[in-house]
């Protein structure tokens, strides 16, 4: 079975500071990995996702994250965060295969302060 | 291209009543995910369903808990004689054949389920 867990369950930064959420996971096999938003009293919006290939993926919104096999850890980055990003994220996996349930960490809120 | 559809966005049931929550999938998409979030919590699965086949319940409670995803019509979930810790975010994500390949899954809005 696959876990993931992220470390923060809340991370405050200041306006245009660089801002780094962290998630590792455990499973016996290999995954794909997703970063997921949550907006107050919405659902959830896909940031980016790694499949395989090139370790470092960008997403949308400036986000990225690197996908590290022996640390098995998928941090989400963002070099200078804005008021907005101000949300819940959560960091999932499946397995790397097709219609498969997604299993999800427990979310780090990222809160901006001006 | 409207998203997914949940409805309703809120709802408020008694101890022992019925909830029914419906999910209506992008266009296009014959895949349906049922999830939930307790407060506090990341999502957790309950269901997988296709067209008129329930292919993934592992994550459902045994007892009082249904889903359903007909040839016509939303994919429901119903919790019959709901109880308090029912109270939670009750979100349905849906893929297309090719997004499922990779698992990509476009979540809606969600279901807030209040149990008094």
């Known amino acids: 079975a696959q876990s993931v867990t992220q470390l923060d369950s809340q991370v405050p930064v200041f306006e245009e500071a660089p801002v780094e959420l962290r998630c590792n996971y455990s499973?016996?096999?290999?995954?794909?990995l997703f970063w997921y938003v949550q907006y107050p009293n919405q659902g959830l919006q896909l940031l980016l996702k790694?499949?395989?290939?090139?370790?470092l993926v960008k997403g949308i919104n400036g986000f990225e994250a690197e996908f590290n096999k022996s640390q098995t850890s998928f941090h989400l980055r963002k070099p200078s965060v804005h008021i907005s990003d101000t949300a819940e994220y959560f960091c999932?996996?499946?397995?790397?295969?097709?219609?498969?349930?997604?299993?999800f960490g427990q979310g780090t809120r990222l809160t901006i302060n001006p | 291209n409207a998203g997914v559809m949940q409805n309703p966005r809120h709802l408020v049931r008694r101890r022992g009543q019925e909830a029914r929550l419906r999910c209506s999938p992008m266009k296009g998409h014959s895949h349906v995910y049922w999830y939930r979030q307790l407060p506090e919590e990341g999502l957790k699965f309950m269901v997988y369903?296709?067209?008129?086949?329930?292919?993934?319940e592992s994550g459902m409670p045994k007892e009082r808990f249904s889903a359903e995803f007909p040839k016509e019509g939303p994919s429901i979930l119903r919790i019959q004689q709901v109880v308090r810790g029912d109270s939670a975010a009750y979100f349905c994500?849906?893929?297309?054949?090719?997004?499922?390949?990779?698992?990509?899954?476009?979540f809606g809005p969600g279901t807030r389920l209040t149990v008094l």
């Open positions: 994500a849906s893929s297309s054949r090719l997004a499922a390949s990779y698992n990509e899954q476009f």
């Open positions: 499973s016996s096999v290999s995954v794909y």
């Open positions: 369903l296709q067209k008129e086949n329930i292919i993934d």
């Open positions: 790694y499949l395989s290939g090139s370790t």
């Open positions: 999932a996996v499946s397995l790397p295969q097709g219609a498969q349930k997604l299993v």
